[in-house]
């Protein structure tokens, strides 16, 4: 079985810093994706960046990144140049493919200070 | 872009009485799938659905859940006898088969529970 942790509840940044979340999982397979979830106060989840297991090279998407380390199982987002619409929940996720159950981390809440 | 669709968005329903919560996944996707955030809690699988059936389901979707797409586009979450318990946020998500790295979620429904 899948289980992912994430061991921060909540944390802040002043605007312009950069701030990284932990991620941590469990899993037998060899190959899985690996999510991070945005859920600003509006409650929709977004989805801020993938990684799939099978590629080395960490995933970018402007100012979020990933630190993998497959061996380590580690999944970690950072944001850089913080926001203050970067506020909001931050939930790690995994699945095996896309037609299996994400399996969530309890989230972290992230505050950005002006 | 494509998106999920969600109504309604708050449901208030007194205990034991029947909700229906609705559902209208992306247009060419094929999966389809419950989850769902207790207040404050992480997210958490309810079933997914595919090819007019369950695929999978969680220890959670007991007897009182059942699920049904009732036409080529809506995709419904049936609670037949609510429980104080089932308060909960509630977001329904679809994939692609072909492009199994994604799953995108609805804005949510709120049932609460009295």
């Known amino acids: 079985a899948q289980t992912v942790t994430q061991s921060q509840p909540e944390m802040s940044v002043q605007e312009a810093e950069t701030v990284t979340l932990s991620c941590t999982y469990d899993?037998?397979?060899?190959?899985?994706?690996l999510f991070w979830y945005k859920q600003p106060p509006s409650r929709q989840m977004i989805l801020v960046i993938r990684q799939e297991a099978y590629k080395q090279q960490n995933a970018t998407e402007n100012r979020f990144s990933v630190n993998f380390q497959k061996a380590a199982k580690s999944f970690s987002l950072k944001i850089s140049d913080s926001q203050l619409g970067d506020t909001a929940m931050y939930f790690c996720?995994?699945?095996?493919?896309?037609?299996?159950?994400?399996?969530f981390g309890k989230g972290t809440r992230l505050s950005v200070i002006a | 872009e494509p998106e999920v669709t969600q109504t309604p968005s708050h449901q208030v329903t007194q205990m034991g009485q029947e909700v229906i919560l609705r559902c209208v996944p992306i247009?060419?996707?094929?999966?389809f799938y419950w989850y769902r955030q207790i207040l404050g809690q992480k997210v958490e699988f309810l079933v997914s659905?595919?090819?007019?059936?369950?695929?999978?389901k969680s220890e959670i979707f007991d007897d009182q859940f059942s699920v049904e797409r009732p036409d080529g586009s809506n995709f419904t979450l049936k609670i037949r006898s609510t429980k104080l318990e089932d308060s909960a946020m509630y977001f329904c998500?679809?994939?692609?088969?072909?492009?199994?790295?994604?799953?995108?979620f609805g804005p949510g429904t709120r049932l609460t529970v009295t």
């Open positions: 659905f595919y090819n007019n059936e369950i695929s999978e």
């Open positions: 998500a679809s994939s692609e088969v072909a492009v199994a790295t994604e799953q995108y």
């Open positions: 899993t037998s397979e060899n190959n899985y994706y």
């Open positions: 247009s060419n996707h094929l999966y």
């Open positions: 996720a995994s699945y095996l493919s896309g037609n299996t159950p994400l399996v």
